[in-house]
């Protein structure tokens, strides 16, 4: 396993920075997350248009590059950087993932062009009022009736969810418990008894949904897998977006520290530069680590996602959890070293403080994961 990029991923990283810089600075940021969509439609068209970043992931085969994990990994880090306020995440790290990993032959066909061209804005609606991230925590309901599936239920924190087009939902057979009988079902936005509304979250630049499936009615086509071999598809592509998010967060982490060490060269007290003082100087080099093995963490994550290893579910799991909290650590810390300005709404700090925060919840908090981790070890 080689922990480096090539030539062609760090070109990619090149350019998606620059771009970034240049159309999705933090006063664009601050605009997007102001809408109300919760992101610029036009800067997202652009994005899937001329750059094609939707479809990193996604096989040629389906209008996609047929890039790997690491490429959508290197992605991430750099749109975590900038706070990218964009549906990426949902459509590309959760929904596209859910297709490739659990849809058939005619259902690929169907979605993923969509949302390879940018066209389509899908999600995963997974979680429930409970706040639990594993099987037992879906409570949604699929009942057969007359060739079709009927759902209903209630899914919470799903990104972008009062915006997209298409929503995968999780849902179980009447009946079933834990694993068994989990399957993921297609169900348009315009569906007759899907309600959908934004949810008052402390980070604005991911919008998070809250969805009631009041006897949804979908066709047998819409279900993308079924029995355990669907819940297998399901934790896979939780798994792939959960190394996503940590990429995501070593960014954030990178640039959280790169704020502090600038407003610590800048800002002065008693005469000389508060970076000069020891205590600074720890904090700074605390946030260096946290930002370094972090980095390692979601690096090897994305590398064992790529070569489809057995290991993926454990490889995801450390870096969620060690990514998580390092990130929240990096902005409290940074927060800490501009001191009151810190908290002012001009800076940009508590962006970053609010991601973190809202990021080390999603997918399953920092705890659940080194539990999980403990199960998959045998401990």
């Given at each position: 396993m080689?922990?480096?990029?090539?030539?062609?991923?760090?070109?990619?990283?090149?350019?998606?920075?620059?771009?970034?810089?240049?159309?999705?600075p933090?006063?664009?940021v601050?605009r997007?997350m102001?809408?109300?969509?919760g992101?610029?439609?036009?800067?997202?068209?652009?994005?899937?248009?001329?750059?094609?970043?939707?479809?990193?992931?996604?096989?040629?085969?389906?209008?996609?590059?047929?890039?790997?994990?690491?490429?959508?990994?290197?992605?991430?880090?750099?749109?975590?950087?900038?706070?990218?306020?964009?549906?990426?995440?949902?459509?590309?790290?959760?929904?596209?993932?859910?297709?490739?990993?659990?849809?058939?032959?005619?259902?690929k066909?169907?979605?993923?062009?969509?949302?390879?061209?940018?066209?389509?804005?899908?999600?995963?609606?997974?979680?429930?009022?409970?706040?639990?991230?594993g099987?037992?925590?879906?409570?949604?309901?699929?009942?057969?009736?007359?060739?079709?599936?009927?759902?209903?239920?209630r899914k919470?924190?799903?990104?972008?969810?009062?915006?997209?087009?298409?929503v995968?939902?999780?849902?179980?057979?009447p009946?079933?418990?834990?694993?068994?009988?989990?399957?993921?079902?297609?169900?348009?936005?315009?569906?007759?008894?899907l309600?959908?509304?934004?949810?008052?979250?402390?980070?604005?630049?991911?919008?998070?949904?809250?969805?009631?499936?009041?006897?949804?009615?979908?066709?047998a086509?819409?279900?993308?897998?079924?029995?355990?071999?669907?819940?297998?598809?399901?934790?896979?592509a939780?798994d792939?977006?959960?190394?996503?998010?940590?990429?995501?967060?070593?960014?954030?982490?990178?640039?959280?520290?790169?704020?502090?060490?600038?407003?610590?060269?800048?800002?002065?007290?008693?005469?000389?530069?508060?970076?000069?003082?020891?205590?600074?100087k720890?904090?700074?080099?605390?946030?260096?680590?946290?930002?370094?093995?972090?980095?390692?963490?979601a690096?090897?994550?994305?590398?064992?996602?790529?070569?489809?290893?057995?290991?993926?579910?454990?490889?995801a799991?450390?870096?969620?959890?060690?990514?998580s909290?390092?990130?929240?650590?990096c902005?409290?810390?940074?927060?800490?070293?501009?001191?009151?300005v810190?908290?002012?709404?001009?800076?940009?700090?508590?962006?970053?403080?609010?991601r973190a925060?809202?990021?080390?919840?999603?997918?399953?908090?920092?705890?659940?994961?080194?539990?999980?981790?403990?199960?998959?070890?045998?401990?």
């Open positions: 080689h922990l480096a990029f090539t030539e062609e991923q760090e070109d990619l990283r090149a350019s998606a920075r620059a771009f970034l810089a240049e159309h999705s933090p006063a664009e601050r997007a102001q809408g109300e969509l992101h610029d439609p036009a800067l997202w068209k652009r994005l899937g248009a001329e750059l094609g970043w939707p479809g990193i992931a996604i096989p040629e085969a389906y209008g996609g590059a047929g890039l790997s994990q690491v490429e959508l990994a290197a992605l991430m880090e750099v749109m975590g950087e900038a706070l990218l306020c964009a549906p990426f995440f949902s459509s590309v790290c959760l929904a596209a993932n859910a297709l490739v990993e659990a849809a058939g032959e005619e259902q066909r169907r979605w993923l062009p969509g949302i390879a061209a940018g066209e389509t804005l899908a999600t995963l609606a997974f979680a429930e009022p409970g706040g639990a991230w099987p037992e925590g879906v409570a949604t309901t699929a009942r057969a009736e007359g060739g079709d599936f009927v759902l209903s239920g919470r924190y799903v990104p972008d969810g009062h915006a997209a087009d298409l995968l939902v999780a849902a179980r057979e009946g079933t418990e834990g694993e068994r009988g989990l399957s993921l079902y297609a169900v348009g936005a315009d569906a007759p008894g309600s959908r509304r934004a949810l008052p979250t402390m980070d604005q630049t991911r919008r998070l949904a809250e969805l009631r499936l009041e006897d949804v009615r979908v066709p086509s819409a279900r993308l897998g079924e029995g355990e071999a669907g819940y297998e598809a399901l934790e896979r939780l792939l977006a959960a190394v996503a998010l940590a990429a995501e967060q070593v960014g954030l982490a990178q640039r959280c520290l790169d704020l502090a060490v600038a407003h610590a060269r800048s800002r002065e007290q008693f005469g000389r530069p508060i970076g000069s003082f020891q205590a600074i720890h904090k700074c080099a605390d946030m260096m680590l946290l930002v370094e093995s972090s980095r390692s963490a690096y090897y994550a994305a590398c064992v996602a790529a070569e489809g290893s057995a290991d993926l579910a454990r490889a799991s450390l870096a969620r959890a060690w990514c909290e390092a990130a929240f650590r902005a409290a810390e940074c927060l800490q070293i501009h001191g009151g810190g908290f002012t709404w001009e800076y940009d700090v508590h962006l970053y403080l609010k925060r809202a990021s080390e919840i999603l997918l399953g908090d920092p705890a659940w994961h080194r539990e999980r981790v403990a199960r998959l070890i045998g401990l």
